[in-house]
């Protein structure tokens, strides 16, 4: 089984990594911090950090034909946890805003730092999706 790297030309160009890597039908969603396509961190806060992040997250999904409900797994690192529980309700909202009701299994990490030094939340996770939705990437 061949992989396959993810890179939707709507995220900033990788160097050294993939925004995803497919394997079969299994989409592997490198870590995404709140870039935008300036390749700068979205001001705000936690809030619009995790709405960009979330979005990247997304993107990449929707570049092989995925959608929300193929999320099998979701972790968020995090170098402030109090900040992401205090803004909680407004974080759930903008989920079920970018993803509606699915919830798949997740984790919250705390950490000290992040590759970008104004970055607040780094998200990854794994999606299966189904064969017959699935668009293969060519290389």
């Known amino acids: 089984?061949?992989?396959?790297?993810v890179n939707?030309?709507?995220l900033p160009t990788?160097?050294?990594?993939?925004?995803?890597?497919?394997?079969?039908?299994?989409?592997?969603?490198g870590g995404q911090t709140a870039?935008?396509?300036?390749?700068?961190?979205?001001?705000?806060?936690?809030?619009?950090q995790f709405r960009q992040a979330f979005g990247n997250v997304l993107t990449t999904l929707g570049e092989v034909g995925g959608l929300p409900?193929?999320?099998?797994?979701?972790?968020?690192?995090l170098t402030d946890i109090p900040d992401y529980q205090a803004h909680g309700k407004e974080i759930g909202r903008v989920w079920r805003?970018?993803?509606?009701p699915v919830y798949p299994a997740m984790a919250g990490i705390g950490c000290t730092a992040?590759?970008?030094?104004?970055a607040l939340i780094e998200i990854l996770g794994v999606a299966v999706i189904p064969e017959e939705r699935l668009v293969r990437p060519s290389r």
Request: proline residues 9%; without cysteine.
């Open 97 to 100: 805003e970018l993803a509606g």
């Open 35 to 48: 870039l935008d396509a300036d390749m700068k961190i979205v001001p705000g806060g936690i809030v619009e």
């Open 114 to 118: 992040l590759w970008q030094p104004d």
């Open 8 to 10: 939707p030309a709507a």
């Open 69 to 77: 409900e193929d999320l099998v797994s979701v972790t968020i690192y």
């Open 1 to 5: 089984m061949k992989h396959i790297p």
């Open 14 to 29: 990788p160097s050294g990594y993939s925004h995803g890597t497919l394997a079969g039908n299994t989409l592997h969603l």
